[in-house]
């Protein structure tokens, strides 16, 4: 009986040891997640563009970078630093033929160049989306963009909401280089006033998208019409030159401002009360979401249909533009872009 009763506490010790150690041991993994970004791959996904050192594309940069990041793949910006088709020419062909590139992202500057190396790309099994700027008729899978007509309409509205849709309204452009989107914009300008007949549009000054050319002609513009009660700046460098001719004229405390783009001159001005807002499009945004796009059409993600060769088929199932649209910065949020 002795014997038996010192067996059963050996085995009760033994138990009690065991499951000591087992408290001590590590956990199991947990089952790997499918759903998370596959290990960092050598696919590249790349932001390609033209003036590629001017700050209004480093939120590009930004942008591709970051998506990728998330995807598990690598996202970098290309390009040239000067606006030369023929230098974008040799970037894209340099990229068309690098294996690792997966995805091209680019806005459309030279519409009838890029036709054929959209096509090359996706000979190469390369699709491409473009931002801001399309291209018609090409290779491209998807635009992300703001319809421009409704960016120039939304920064009529924002001038007429400053000056109770009353008076005479000076509009400075790019029209003869800013192609169709400089056109749409002033067309939207347009169709506001036609809808307000309090507030007069004056015909759109040409600025080369120039700063000091458009602080000229706007200058000669106040001179003309000094019962002037606002000025639209269709580009960055608008804005900047109306503040500058405004300056001059010792107007800046009787003319609204309103102005295009965020770029850290513009936000300043915006700050110090010499421009009173802004309308920005969502390049990050765009950028952001055709990396994500590009990366499920080639991992055939979106299974809508039975089978995912969407290349091979040559099938997209992605929408064809999506209208990211727009936003103001005025006095009351600027401190949020400025850092």
Request: with cysteine; proline share 4%; glycine share 8%.
């Amino acid at each position: 009986m002795k014997k038996l009763i010192c067996l059963l506490l050996a085995a009760v010790l033994c138990l009690s040891v065991l499951t000591a150690c087992n408290r001590n041991e590590p956990a199991a993994p947990a089952p790997a997640d499918d759903s998370a970004p596959a290990a960092q791959s050598t696919d590249e996904y790349v932001f390609v563009t033209v003036l590629m050192n001017l700050e209004y594309f480093q939120q590009h940069r930004q942008a591709v970078e970051d998506a990728a990041k998330q995807l598990g793949v690598t996202g970098y910006m290309a390009g040239s630093n000067e606006y030369d088709a023929n230098e974008m020419i040799k970037v894209f062909e340099t990229l068309i033929q690098n294996p690792n590139v997966k995805g091209i992202i680019t806005p459309g500057h030279f519409e009838d160049v890029y036709r054929d190396l959209f096509e090359k790309a996706w000979e190469k099994g390369i699709p491409v989306c473009t931002v801001t700027l399309g291209v018609p008729d090409s290779r491209e899978l998807c635009t992300f963009g703001t319809d421009y007509f409704n960016y120039g309409y939304i920064m009529a509205q924002t001038m007429g909401d400053l000056i109770n849709n009353t008076g005479k309204v000076l509009i400075s452009q790019n029209l003869t280089g800013g192609g169709d989107p400089a056109i749409q914009i002033v067309n939207g300008i347009m169709q506001y006033a036609s809808e307000n007949p309090g507030m007069t549009v004056l015909e759109p000054l040409q600025d080369d998208s120039d700063a000091v050319v458009a602080a000229r002609v706007i200058g000669s513009a106040l001179q003309a019409n000094p019962d002037v009660v606002g000025v639209i700046g269709c580009q960055s460098a608008s804005g900047i030159g109306a503040v500058t001719a405004l300056r001059e004229a010792d107007m800046l405390d009787k003319v609204k401002v309103v102005c295009i783009d965020k770029d850290t001159p513009t936000l300043e001005a915006i700050r110090d009360g010499e421009i009173q807002a802004t309308v920005c499009g969502k390049q990050y945004t765009e950028v952001y979401y055709a990396t994500q796009f590009l990366y499920d059409y080639n991992m055939g993600n979106l299974e809508f249909m039975s089978s995912t060769d969407y290349h091979g088929l040559d099938i997209s199932p992605l929408p064809s533009f999506v209208d990211t649209g727009a936003f103001i910065i005025t006095k009351d949020n600027v401190a949020a872009f400025l850092g």
